[in-house]
């Protein structure tokens, strides 16, 4: 295989390490989120990815009816069914116990119901857990406009939002078009509120108190399910002790890397996103490679 010359690592934080005596404890117990009738795919595939960074363990909270789907795409993932209403969305009824896990991420194919709301407002309110903020769960906080809660925790250090152009634009207001004014948005909510926030776009950038401007990826990435992918990754290694930061500039680095990858073998119109998961581990390998030889 002809493999990709990685950017320079300087700036990107070195892969968890993992101590010979260590078990699937020790590697980050993490749950997902999401998922409805018709789009379970999304969080089966974040669960797949996150498993495939390197979680202990991998738990998926979804709608009932969808729990078949999603355990059917890996024998790894254990489900945890939840209340639904007759479409197959969470209801309103739904709860969960996230307290036992290292990280929480929530969003991929939840859609924005009043179940699905009181999941992610009560989420947000859990600023001592690190949590992953992808896709509807980002639309729910622009529609309800929960950052401008007075009643909000200010300190929401623990929580990483991951939004394409479109969710941030929804979020702050700014357009896809313009760039610059979309990070500089993000700076703001960052400041306000202690996050960190996944720029995505060309190029990803990553913004909290610095701002890292992601190096890896190609434009065969701009592929569906590719975001779902990120989040599982970032929700890992959240899971495996990094800081928001640190887990963020890392996750979209390797991301971007095994896109890399997928494309120099496949070509850029035919990478998917299952083809960036599978590349996670050339990419994993190549990082902790240059890490150890720097």
């Keep these: 295989m002809q493999v990709p010359c990685p950017p320079p690592l300087t700036s990107v934080p070195n892969w968890p390490n993992r101590e010979t005596d260590a078990h699937k404890g020790n590697f980050g117990k993490v749950l997902l989120v999401g998922a409805s009738r018709g789009m379970a795919g999304s969080i089966a595939l974040s669960s797949i990815a996150a498993l495939t960074t390197g979680s202990g363990l991998v738990s998926t909270a979804i ?4 729990l078949e789907t999603v355990a059917g795409f890996h ?18 009824e739904a709860s969960l116990d996230w307290e036992s896990y290292d990280c929480v991420g929530c969003g991929p194919g939840m859609r924005t119901g009043k179940g699905a709301a009181g999941l992610v407002e009560r989420l947000l309110r859990c600023t001592d857990k690190p949590r992953v903020f ?15 809660d007075p009643a909000l925790p200010r300190d929401q250090e623990s929580l990483v939002l991951t939004p394409h152009p479109g969710e941030l634009s929804r979020l702050t207001g700014v357009s896809p078009k313009d760039r610059d004014g979309q990070i500089e948005a993000a700076k703001r909510l960052s400041e306000r509120h202690g996050l960190t926030m996944i720029v995505k776009g060309g190029p990803t950038c990553v913004v909290s108190a610095e701002t890292y401007v992601n190096t890896t990826g190609n434009p065969g990435m701009a592929t569906a399910g590719s975001g779902d992918v990120l989040t599982g990754i970032v929700t890992s290694l959240l899971g495996q002790g990094l800081t928001p930061f640190d887990a963020a500039t890392l996750g979209v680095f390797l991301h971007g890397l095994a896109g890399d990858f997928a494309a120099e073998q496949r070509s850029q119109p035919a990478v998917t996103c299952l083809e960036i ?9 190549a990082i902790a490679q240059s ?3 720097s």
């Design 75 to 92: 024998p790894g993932i254990m489900t945890i069914p939840v209340q639904e209403t007759p479409d197959g969305c969470f209801g309103e």
């Design 277 to 285: 998961i599978a590349y996670l581990p050339n990419a994993i390998k």
């Design 134 to 148: 992808d896709a509807d769960a980002i639309n729910l906080l622009a529609k309800h406009r929960w950052l401008d």
């Design 291 to 293: 890490h150890r030889l």
């Design 63 to 66: 709608p009932d009816r969808c």
